[in-house]
């Protein structure tokens, strides 16, 4: 028998286990939807800002880069927002 059909562990503690597997699930989500957004970001933002890449970003560059994060930051919290309350 497999670790999940052992009759040897109770209903609770295969509950307990399942959530956990479950939070972990949850956990490693989040990471690759906050990493995947990091890199979105950041490739939407410096394709839109830096006109001319050099060795460093020029002061308009730089206020675009930040004004750009934010308002990314700003409308994808609106949206889930707006997602999460339809549920």
């Not at 934010?70 to 549920?87: D, H, K, N, P, W």
Request: charged share 20%; net charge neutral; hydrophobic share 30%.
């Amino acid at each position: 028998m497999d670790s999940f059909s052992s009759p040897s562990m109770s209903s609770s503690g295969s509950q307990q286990s399942t959530e956990a597997v479950m939070e972990q699930i949850k956990t490693q989500l989040a990471q690759a939807y906050a990493q995947e957004f990091m890199e979105t970001l950041g490739t939407k933002c410096f394709a839109k800002c830096v006109t001319k890449p050099g060795t460093s970003l020029t002061g308009s560059e730089s206020s675009c880069i930040s004004r750009c994060v934010e308002r990314y930051m700003e409308a994808t919290g609106i949206v889930s927002r707006a997602l999460f309350s339809q549920r």
